[in-house]
């Protein structure tokens, strides 16, 4: 009889347990290691930016997205060709350029919204050799060596950084003795290239852009050029205005101060 009791008690233990065990698993959560699962959802925006901000606009975009899960989709170009695409009516939401008066020249045409309008960054610009290079520059004035025989530079006619540089070469009466050198690139990115893979022997180049691994870099005295003033602004016609201002207000915010300063410009309200 006692046999028979405890062989009860025992069967009916094995079946609680059991029980309990298909319980705490159906409740508890299970772990996934399925990145949609807290993936955010937002807009897409399209940003046209200047080439001197590739370094910075990459990890600024990076960045944004994380922070507000929209999705930012950048293009670096000069900001004269980028300025041309949006007067021919191109589909981005932000204009990024290197030159305030392309942005103004825009917002006279129709096609920036005119509120939107906010200075960013203050450029730099100098010449730049390869570390693995013979050839160094400590002034201006050694660009005028034979053996640098061809010197990179953003087209001045659509790169404001061409225009600065060519500005600073010729306050230091530089100019008219190097421009037979000159070889003309489309962008800042363009004439880095230029420079990395020997092409030429020295490159006119942003501040912005200097790996100091890759690249040895001689900044000019800012004085020597009129100020690259960087401006940004809302493309006029966009159906992403909310999120194309929150990538604004982004740059210029706390985030994005910390890394345009990083790679080397100078910020609204320090000068």
Known sequence: MYRKFFASVLILMVLMAALTGCNSSASAPKETTD???VKKTGEKITVAAAADLAL???EIGDLYEQTTGNEAEITFSSSGTAREQ???GAPYD???SANIKY???LI???KIIADSKELYAIGRVGAATLVSSPLQIKEAS???KPEFKKIAIANPDHAPYGVAAKEALESMGLWDKLKD???YGKDIQDVLTMVKTGNVEAGLISLSVVNKNEVNFLLFDDKLHKPLKQAIAVVKGTQHEKAAREFIKFVNGEQGREIMKKYGFVLPGEV
């Open 56 to 58: 910075a606009f990459k």
């Open 181 to 183: 050198k000159m070889v």
């Open 86 to 88: 949006i007067a021919n």
């Open 142 to 144: 050694d660009l005028l």
């Open 108 to 110: 006279a045409q129709d």
């Open 94 to 96: 932000v204009y990024a």
């Open 103 to 105: 942005v103004d020249d």
């Open 35 to 37: 990145n949609t699962a």
